[in-house]
């Protein structure tokens, strides 16, 4: 039968998506659990692997220095560079920062693993990861790269609120945001 919004009032077609007592089941908390814990295992794996890299590719002497680049986006596009190249070493691309951005990621992801503020977390790891993608140029052109921000911002509808949220009982996720993660 064909949906027939005459017939469902538009709150409880609304309802339908963004309420989250489908995904209430053990098996769904429990299966959320263990996708967010992947999901700080791949941050950190990434982050691990740019701690050792970062210098040589996107660093002051690096094969493509971020500050370079970031001041030919400066010059080219002006102040539309910012939204179209997001990164926080627009503030700086020195070797501290980026290190310090790294370092960053790592935090979140461990603390993403252990379950410790996990939206917080996921939106702190993203954000870094982002930074870095933005300013990579050829070394960014990669689909995971790209994957793994879509997760990481998907993940962020579906993460329990709070410091230590447990299986997360008392903050489901919705249809919507389980549907695009799907």
């Not at 020195?94 to 935090?107: C, D, K, P, Q």
Request: charged letters at 15%.
């Amino acid at each position: 039968m064909m949906f027939d919004e005459s017939t469902e009032p538009r709150t409880a077609w609304l309802a339908r998506w963004f309420a989250p007592d489908v995904w209430s089941s053990e098996s769904y908390l429990r299966a959320r659990w263990i996708w967010l814990r992947a999901l700080g295992g791949i941050f950190f794996s990434a982050f691990l692997a740019l701690w050792f890299q970062i210098d040589g590719l996107i660093g002051p002497r690096g094969i493509l220095p971020a500050t370079q680049y970031l001041a030919a986006v400066r010059e080219a596009l002006g102040l539309r560079g910012y939204w179209l190249v997001p990164s926080l070493f627009w503030f700086s691309a020195s070797t501290e920062m980026l290190h310090g951005v790294v370092i960053a990621g790592l935090i979140a992801s461990v603390a993403l693993v252990c379950n410790l503020w996990p939206r917080l977390s996921i939106a702190i790891a993203s954000i870094a990861f982002l930074s870095f993608v933005s300013a990579a140029q050829d070394f960014s052109a990669y689909q995971s790269d790209g994957m793994l921000l879509e997760a990481g911002f998907l993940s962020l509808f579906i993460a329990p609120a709070g410091l230590l949220p447990g299986w997360g009982r008392k903050s489901l996720p919705v249809r919507a945001a389980m549907f695009l993660l799907l």
